[in-house]
T-cell receptor
């Protein structure tokens, strides 16, 4: 089973700052790595698929990079509405797995 | 509009059986896998398994294999998650989500739409 380790687990930032979240896989997963945003009491929402393909309305807001074992999600110009938990997810091999999540707090 | 609509919240006792559902609409149901993801209270997301409704090809996580059954009815465009004997540790929010299908064994995609979740509470 591929273990995904996210860091940091918690980050507190002020508006307009940039947030960088990393996801490290225990073995190579190519680009089969996806990022989701989950706000409190809501279902997860897909932000980035296949490491770098943005699905958000503003690609400059959420961006992803990486391949193999090391991946990054970047959130630019953080706003209050970006407060959420962010998860990475690998679909390279079964069972698919999720990272443990990174909670972003806006001060 | 793509929708995955899940059945309502359930409160059950240990040992009882349960079947929850996820109805897809607004897209070709047999062009996607349907997956189930568990989220225990205050915890992270856990992948349980996926099913391809076209032929009911099902893959389970080892952590739930034998504990739950995933099924689907392609004519009703509905997927199901069921338990024959619930435990208190099954208390969680359960999400269904769809994943594009590109052939047998090809599950290398993201969950692009999610249901609203079904809260299952198991308590004596």
């Amino acid at each position: 089973e591929v273990v995904l380790t996210q860091s940091p687990e918690f980050q507190s930032v002020t508006p307009k700052e940039k947030v960088t979240i990393t996801c490290r896989a225990s073995q190579s997963i190519g680009s089969n790595l996806h990022w989701y945003q989950q706000k409190p009491n809501q279902s997860p929402r897909l932000l980035i698929k296949h490491a770098s393909q943005s699905l958000s309305g503003d690609p400059s807001k959420f961006s992803g990079s990486g391949s193999g074992t090391d991946f990054t999600l970047t959130i630019n110009n953080v706003e209050a509405e970006d407060a959420a938990t962010y998860y990475c997810h690998q679909s390279s091999s079964l069972p698919q797995t999720f990272g443990q999540g990174t909670t972003v707090e806006i001060k | 509009e793509v929708q995955l609509v899940q059945s309502g919240a359930e409160v059950k006792k240990p040992g009882e059986s349960l079947k929850i559902s996820c109805k897809g609409s607004g897209y070709s149901f047999t062009s996607y896998w349907i997956g189930w993801v568990r989220q225990m209270p205050g915890k992270d997301l856990e992948w349980m398994g996926i099913i391809y409704p076209g032929d009911s090809d099902t893959r389970y996580s080892p952590s739930v294999q034998g504990q739950v059954t995933i099924s689907a009815d392609k004519y009703a465009t509905t997927a199901y998650l069921q338990w024959s004997s619930l435990r208190a540790s099954d208390t969680a929010m359960y999400y269904c989500a769809r994943l594009p299908y590109f052939g047998p064994g090809n599950h290398h995609n993201a969950f692009d739409h999610w249901g609203q979740g079904t809260l299952v509470t198991v308590s004596s």
